[in-house]
């Protein structure tokens, strides 16, 4: 799976967009982006991922460069409940190697 | 909504004892997942099953297995519980071939 960067934490005012950036300048043409996120003392949670079309959910967007070098996760109306720890991962959508690993990802709090 | 939920939320042992963890995911999924997270390692896989009474090793499978005798259950076994074992437990499962996983809520397992 391909190396990606996030930046260790950000801050967000309640009810503005949270827009997370993930660096992955090595993702080879076959691997996706995928974000997930972690509430403190809860199991991780998939949101959403995308291959070089912007995606759109009930949960987030996806923006993915042209390049697809980069990609920003936007919150669009941010609660304080969204307070949690974002992963970005790339990786290939089929494949033998099931196994998910996180890096450090990004702390974002939201602030009332 | 994909639904994994996991027996307990929180456990407390003794050494030595034998432990099971149970996992339910209501999709019809053919993947199942144990992984353990500890502060500063990350998330790490158990053991992982891609049908029912298939099973293959992760990266820590020692001092523990696992069943799968019904497509929508995954049991994690520990053999003989030991304070290294003191953990968050997760499950996940997932549609055969894809890379998005689904967890549960987890369980914290405190062995004394």
């Known amino acids: 799976d391909a190396k990606t960067t996030q930046p260790t934490s950000m801050d967000c005012a309640e009810g503005r967009a949270a827009n997370l950036p993930c660096n992955h300048s090595t993702i080879s043409g076959n691997e996706y982006v995928y974000w997930y996120r972690q509430i403190h003392s809860q199991g991780p949670q998939y949101i959403i991922h995308g291959l070089k079309n912007n995606e759109t959910n009930e949960m987030a967007s996806l923006i993915i460069t042209e390049d697809r070098k980069s990609s920003t996760l936007i919150l669009p109306h941010a609660t304080l409940r969204d307070t949690a720890v974002y992963y970005c991962?790339?990786?290939?959508?089929?494949?033998?190697?099931?196994?998910?690993?996180f890096g450090k990802g990004t702390l974002l709090t939201v602030n009332p | 909504d994909v639904k994994v939920t996991q027996s307990s939320r929180y456990l407390v042992k003794r050494t030595g004892e034998k432990v099971f963890l149970e996992c339910v995911q209501d999709?019809?999924?053919?993947?199942m997942f144990w992984y353990r997270q500890d502060p500063g390692l990350g998330l790490r896989l158990i053991y992982f099953?891609?049908?029912?009474?298939?099973?293959e090793k992760g990266d820590i499978p020692e001092g523990y297995s696992v069943s799968r005798e019904k497509k929508e259950r995954f049991s994690l076994i520990l053999e003989s519980a030991s304070t290294n074992q003191t953990s968050m437990y997760l499950c996940?499962?997932?549609?055969?071939?894809?890379?998005?996983?689904?967890f549960g809520p987890g369980t914290r397992l405190t062995v004394t």
């Open positions: 996940a499962s997932g549609l055969a071939g894809a890379s998005e996983q689904y």
């Open positions: 999709m019809d999924h053919e993947n």
């Open positions: 099953s891609y049908d029912v009474k298939m099973k």
């Open positions: 991962i790339v990786r290939r959508r089929r494949g033998s190697n099931y196994k998910l690993t």
